[in-house]
């Protein structure tokens, strides 16, 4: 950890088209509707859950993920944390319900926000994957 993912005009508007979509109310609801939708082994795994706390959550630990692309502190302290949580030790995700993760994110993301151009997809990917490696390599 410690290396910066992306240059600075990527990480910029990376993290602009994050706020876009987290500046609309319905974004991370519609990313859970899609992501469940995408695997029925993604529905097993949040049997139970609460989901208007996880919503919450998901939208905090986004912004403490572009912290780790970023390199703070904060986002390596989150991403040590996370990992450790969906590891084999904890909720036990493999690598294929993070692909799935992240192709819902970014559908969902390119339908919300009203700036998406064609290469936020790429950026979007770049930006995250770094971040899905590392909780896949601890896993
Ligand atoms: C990089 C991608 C992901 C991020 C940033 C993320 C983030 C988080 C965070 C912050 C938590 C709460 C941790 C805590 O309890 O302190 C969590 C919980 C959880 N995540 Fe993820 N997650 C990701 C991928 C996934 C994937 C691929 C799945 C697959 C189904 C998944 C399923 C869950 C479940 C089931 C919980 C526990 C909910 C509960 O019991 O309250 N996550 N996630």
Known sequence: MGEVWLNHPQLVR????????LADATFVARFYETFLASDPAVREK???????????MLADSLRLVL???Q???????????????????????GPALYERWLDSLIAVA???????????????????????????RHA
Do not use: N, Y
């Open 14 to 21: 990376f993290e602009h088209s994050v706020d876009r979509c």
């Open 46 to 56: 949040f049997e139970g859950v609460d989901l208007d706390r996880q919503q919450k």
């Open 67 to 69: 912290g780790a692309a």
């Open 71 to 93: 390199g703070t502190e904060a986002g390596r302290a989150h991403l040590e944390h996370i990992a450790e949580r969906h590891s084999a030790r904890g909720l036990g995700i």
């Open 110 to 136: 390119s339908q919300t926000d009203p700036q998406w151009a064609d290469d936020h997809g790429d950026l979007w990917r770049a930006g995250l994957e770094p971040c899905i490696e590392h909780m896949t």
